[in-house]
């Protein structure tokens, strides 16, 4: 049995205009599948559905039926820009690999892994993702191949694709993989912060100098000098920061910070900058620790939702099936947000961060009382993606017990029960 979850067809309504009558309704069903079937295949999810009569016709749906992708994605940024109304956005961008093998697999190559440093033949997808405390939302993944633009391009074309839909993007995070100055200049014309790391093969200049100098070779040698400890949410990290320029860039705060345990080991070590000469280094950390936000989406949409585990050999399957399950992804992201800002101690939160409740907030009991609500608040808050699959799977099983319960009539509510739960 299928369960049918509510929410994603209410969610899933902007995209309605996007695909046929008949495809729409599978699609649906299948956003369902991948939210709630433990085996999120075409055949499991198609058998499990009482609205989809054969397999083929949802595999017809994925791989071949019309789908007006371009309005889908402009249907899907525009309501992107509605529910981020006024609220600080920060754009994470990067890419991911999904291992597939086989000849017939269309778009499959050779990429290099960066965890296992080893060559895996597969798909990599460009992925970026939209980010607020309350509310994450993907932006759909991009096929990369040899045939397709760059990685860099992508990039490009999506920053500026969310500025002709005039979604505010207050900063841009990425790795040092991203960090091209052509890309960095764009971001600026945007009068967006970016925040990235940098590979230490980088000539730099230090501000007010004029020889350029290899970054690692600066690396090296901060230890002749003061560094400062930074602490960023109970982390202490031991800093080195500059006013630098970059080729071709104007001047970045440039930041090198160095973690140890408690053996005195260095365990971390990073090379930021941010575009913000103003930011001090607490500032930057913070911004770029949060660029590990899509490393978790990419973790999630591959266990919880079928993004690495569902086989499609051509490449309108490989592509539908990556922007479905970030369709599902973004069902889930939303329900969690919705629910969590009608909880009471979120609307408290609201009420007693007004200017005119500041003098409330200075007693002591106001401080030990808000402490407790804040756990409580923050214990809601902490549902996992995976989480939120069970709860909504239970939420509309329950849901359907509860509508078979109530036929009066006794042999329609045994026919009824045999339907859903047996056949």
Not at 268 to 276: P, Q, R
Not at 317 to 339: D, E, K, P, Q
Request: glycine share 2%; net charge positive; aromatic share 10%.
């Amino acid at each position: 049995m299928l369960p049918i979850i509510k929410e994603v067809k209410s969610i899933l309504a902007f995209a309605r205009k996007a695909f046929t009558k008949g495809s729409f309704r599978c699609i649906v069903q299948y956003v369902n599948g991948l939210i709630s079937l433990a085996d999120k295949t075409v055949k499991k999810i198609s058998e499990a559905s009482s609205e989809i009569r054969h397999q083929s016709e949802l595999n017809y749906a994925i791989t071949e039926a019309k789908c007006e992708q371009e309005m889908l994605t402009k249907r899907y940024l525009e309501k992107a820009r509605y529910l981020f109304k006024n609220t600080p956005v920060y754009l994470i961008i990067d890419d991911t690999l999904v291992e597939r093998n086989g000849d017939t697999v269309q778009e499959a190559q050779y990429h290099h892994d960066h965890n296992s440093g080893k060559q895996i033949k597969g798909h990599q997808f460009f992925t970026a993702l939209l980010w607020t405390p309350l509310l994450q939302l993907p932006i759909f993944p991009e096929l990369y191949s040899k045939n397709t633009d760059s990685k860099i391009e992508m990039a490009q074309s999506l920053i500026d694709r969310l500025s002709s839909l005039k979604i505010k993007i207050h900063t841009i995070l990425f790795d040092s993989w991203y960090s091209d100055h052509e890309l960095i200049k764009k971001c600026l014309k945007m009068k967006t912060r970016v925040v990235c790391s940098i590979m230490t093969n980088r000539k730099i200049k230090l501000h007010k100098k004029r020889r350029w100098q290899s970054l690692s070779f600066i690396s090296e040698r901060i230890h002749s000098q003061k560094l400062n400890e930074t602490v960023v949410k109970g982390n202490t990290y031991q800093t080195w920061s500059s006013i630098v320029i970059l080729n071709n860039l104007p001047s970045v705060k440039m930041i090198i910070s160095e973690q140890t345990n408690k053996d005195d080991e260095l365990v971390g070590k990073a090379h930021l900058i941010s575009t913000n000469i103003d930011n001090d280094a607490a500032e930057i950390i913070s911004a770029y620790k949060l660029r590990w936000k899509i490393e978790t989406y990419h973790r999630d949409i591959k266990q919880n939702l079928g993004f690495a585990t569902v086989f499609f050999a051509r490449r309108e399957g490989i592509v539908r099936h990556s922007i479905l399950a970030t369709m599902a992804y973004a069902v889930l992201s939303l329900f969690m947000s919705r629910n969590l800002t009608k909880t009471p101690a979120f609307k408290l939160e609201l009420f007693l961060e007004h200017p005119k409740h500041e003098c409330l907030q200075q007693t002591t009991f106001f401080r030990v009382w808000w402490h407790i609500v804040l756990l409580m608040y923050r214990s809601g808050k902490s549902m996992t993606i995976g989480e939120c699959c069970a709860y909504l799977k239970e939420k509309s099983t329950i849901s359907l017990v509860r509508e078979i319960v109530v036929i009066e009539n006794k042999p329609d509510r045994l026919e009824r029960f045999e339907e859903v739960f047996i056949s």
